[in-house]
């Protein structure tokens, strides 16, 4: 069944689920405060590095079944099933997710509330808001009971985002449970694509849904990070961290996801969700008990200061004048996120302490200048480790895996290649005269 649909917020989340929805056949409006991204999507162009999702976004602007627009009252004069996908980012200087986005979105659309609506909140958020927000829309809404919140949490990872939208490993929804009304029914029909591919949906109250997303996140942050603190153990005692790895994730209770040893996890989500997690639990007066959560963040950064120590290493001590090739500043592959970027965050601190920095980076190059404006960028790989002392691979873009050893290694000053990543074939490399330095592994 066809349904009307509002997405507020348009950025990596709601663009994503606005051209998903149009895509499983509902009609859709996005709304965003920003003209100049409206304007863009309005012509059928993403802001942002998304594989697949521009096709996606033309078919349905052409369509018609997808548009966008600024104007908070059209949208909710249109649609009966409004998604909240704006923002919680870090707040400056505390650890405490910011709120003021979504805050925004129920304060805007909730008076407008004429007609029986149901909102759906995807954003990521600190337990307890949306009961906080249900009891604000039934306040200030016009239709006061029949105006529903209920809280659906997105799983999505970027590079995967069209995938994760369109099938989706299992859908959660929480609902107030004091007033449950047509939450379940309504998410149940915008959702029947994938209920009927048996997609599993857990149905449960508010507070758990909240608590799902960012559970699952700080449990796949402290996985990265238990395994890049065995790495620092393999670089003590010189075992190798892709072998045990590869040994302890073909226990399927362990599984070898997310066991990738190498710079450390970075990007718009995990980072700022384990330390909004942490905040919270202070606040409920249980801060003792994600208190594993500080270490976990620990364990990460330092897996930073590891690849600049080490640098600094190998190229004679001081980083001074070195020319040092970083290859990536996304977070990740097949994005051009640099938001809380280890690739970038080591580029950054390379140059500040002296080295002659060249980064590349297939496609975060202008977000990563926008950042730090003086960081040299080459325009390819090759450029960028030209007569190098040391090359790093700091994101695992199929295109620096793929890179000729031989063919790099004539361009070079120095064969000395730290692989950021533990992506890179150390063999080949190792035959074509580089030492080769992964983390956690050989020599490092
Ligand atoms: C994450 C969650 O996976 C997703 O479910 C949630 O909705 C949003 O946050 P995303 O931030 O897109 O998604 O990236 P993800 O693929 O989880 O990677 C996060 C970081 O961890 C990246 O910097 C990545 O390089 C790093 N990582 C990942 C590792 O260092 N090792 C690994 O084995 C896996």
């Known amino acids: 069944m066809t349904m009307r649909l509002s997405v507020f917020g348009t950025g990596y989340l709601g663009a994503t689920h606005a051209a998903g929805m149009a895509e ?82 129920i304060e805007t659309i909730a008076p407008l509330l004429t007609r029986p609506a149901v909102i759906l909140g995807k954003s990521t958020v600190p337990v307890g808001t949306a009961a906080r927000l ?56 915008v959702y029947a694509d994938a209920l009927a591919r048996e997609t599993p949906m857990v149905v449960t109250d508010l507070a758990t849904a909240e608590l799902v997303k960012v559970s699952a996140n700080a449990f796949l942050a402290t996985k990265i990070s238990f395994i890049n603190a065995v790495a620092e153990i393999c670089e003590a005692t010189g075992a190798d961290v892709v072998d045990l790895a590869d040994a302890i994730g ?27 997690f942490m905040a919270r639990a202070d606040e409920l007066g249980t801060g003792h008990a994600l208190r594993f959560l500080r270490e976990v963040d620990d364990v990460n950064l330092r897996r930073r200061d590891h690849v ?27 994005s051009d996120d640099v938001r809380d970027s280890p690739a970038l965050d080591i580029s950054g601190r390379l140059h500040l302490a002296g080295a002659d920095v060249r980064v590349f980076d297939p496609e975060a190059m202008p977000n990563a200048a926008a950042i730090w404006p003086t960081l040299p960028f080459a325009r390819n790989a090759e450029e960028a480790c030209a007569e190098a002392d040391l090359v790093i691979v700091a994101t695992e873009w199929k295109e620096f895996r793929e890179l000729d050893p031989a063919v790099v290694g004539a361009a070079v000053s120095q064969r000395t290649v730290i692989d950021g990543r533990n992506c890179l074939p150390a063999q080949a490399w190792i035959d074509a005269g580089w030492r080769y330095l992964g983390l956690g592994r050989y020599a490092s």
């Open 250 to 276: 073909y226990d399927a209770r362990i599984g070898r996801k997310f066991l990738g040893a190498g710079l450390g996890f970075g990007g718009g989500c995990l980072p700022k969700d384990i330390r909004a």
């Open 24 to 105: 499983l056949g509902h009609e859709v409006i996005g709304v965003d405060i920003d003209p100049a991204k409206i304007e863009r999507l309005a012509r059928g162009e993403v802001p942002f590095f998304e594989p697949g999702l521009p096709e996606l976004l033309r078919k349905h602007v052409e369509s018609g079944r997808l548009r966008f627009t600024t104007d908070a009252a059209e949208a909710v004069d249109f649609a009966d099933v409004h998604f909240i996908g704006v923002g919680t980012p870090q707040k400056k200087g505390e650890y405490a997710a910011d709120m003021r986005f979504v805050d925004s979105v």
């Open 308 to 334: 600049v120590d080490l640098a600094a290493r190998e190229v004679g001590g001081s980083l001074n004048g070195a020319r040092i090739a970083v290859l990536g500043a996304a977070f990740k592959p097949n």
């Open 134 to 189: 249900a009891a604000r829309v039934r306040e200030i809404a016009p239709v006061g009971e029949d105006a529903q919140l209920g809280w659906n949490p997105e799983f999505l990872r970027e590079g995967f985002a069209v995938e994760d939208t369109l099938r989706p490993d299992r859908l959660v929804l929480g609902v107030d449970t004091e007033h449950p009304g047509r939450i379940e029914e309504v998410a149940r029909q």
